[in-house]
């Protein structure tokens, strides 16, 4: 199964992540879940500084993390995901 989570400077919140993490069925691997959060609070934290002092309006950080069971995707991004964004996500 493919997860794409969108990342923005204030959301989702690490709980929110760990709540789509443990929805997967079969489980997520608990070493990879661990690798995923700190990825997670990587890309949030740098969004976070390039928003604070408006490097770049751009700012885009992408990870992917599998078990070999799933693919987790991280898409960091300043501006919330358009419908259309969305949309092509439904058809990848």
Known sequence: MKKKIYVLPDSPAENEV????????P????RTSEQLLISYRQIQSRLRDAAINKIAVNTHHTQSVSDGKHTVTLVGQM??????????DILR
Not at 18 to 25: A, C, D, F, G, N
Not at 27 to 30: L, Q, R, S, T
Not at 79 to 88: H, I, Y
């Open 79 to 88: 501006d919330t995901p358009t419908r259309f964004q969305k949309f092509l």
């Open 18 to 25: 760990k709540e789509i993490l443990r929805s997967l069925s």
């Open 27 to 30: 489980p997520f691997n608990p």
